[in-house]
């Protein structure tokens, strides 16, 4: 009998330490997200969001409307079909759409950019010049607008008046045509392209609050400290057959106060 209860108590041993190490191991392995107390954690915590939020919009607009530099875009249009296309058949039609995709390629090229340099004393390479500009053919129609986005406004209007010309001479050159048509120049722009303050100020108030967030999930997943009795049977698959109430300190305080004058009345009674 000793020794097979010596057994039994082995066996049992063996198996709850196979049973502790498997749930230890599935703990290690697997990551449980509580959405209730992920929720119960943000709504405890929904002041700091707000104020994040707060701050990080504030920034963003600071930042958009006194240290970015405003931009302007003016905008020059050029009539694609020349005198010599005629628009009495489909085919024609065909051309005018299939001339707007060459004249997008010709506007931008290095010889009709370095010439809008050359005429105009640019400090900047082609290159430069390239990235401030934007072509855009409206839908059904062959007219092909050339937009100038610069800093200044006067020379956002200046530059794309500058690139229609030259533009429109190398197009002639190069088709052996008339020059295409400019319907009309650019304007000096009265309101700015960008940046987008209001846009801005959004965006980072939305990304503080991300961060926030994310800064709370990590603190949810990554706290494995023991907090009530299902922490215990979640981690370690064991139930709770007790537990001790936490001590309340004002309570114990009254408790030995009145429990010693209570003893030294007995002792006094004794006496």
Known sequence: MPLSNKNTVEDTNLVTGVSIN???SKKDDTIEIDLLELYIEIKRRLWLLILSAVLCGAMGYMVSRFVLTPTYTSTSMIYVVSKETTLTSLADLQIGSQLTNDYKVLVTSRTVLEDVIKRLALDMN????????????????RILNISLLDTD??????????????????????????????IEYGEIP????????????V????????????????NIITNDAIKTEDDIER????PVLASIPEIDEKAAEKARHYGYDYRKSKKGEKG
């Open 22 to 24: 498997q749930i230890r």
């Open 190 to 201: 009265l309101r700015k392209t960008g940046p987008n303050t209001m846009r801005n100020a």
């Open 153 to 182: 406004p006067g020379r956002a209007k200046q530059l794309t008046d500058t690139v229609a010309d030259c533009a429109s001479d190398y197009i002639a050159d190069i088709m052996e045509q008339d020059p295409p048509k400019i």
């Open 235 to 238: 981690y370690f698959g064991v």
């Open 203 to 218: 965006m980072t108030a939305l990304a503080g609050v991300m961060i926030v967030c994310g800064g709370i999930f990590i």
């Open 126 to 141: 082609y290159l430069e010049l390239r990235r401030k500009i934007t072509l855009n053919n409206p839908a059904n129609t």
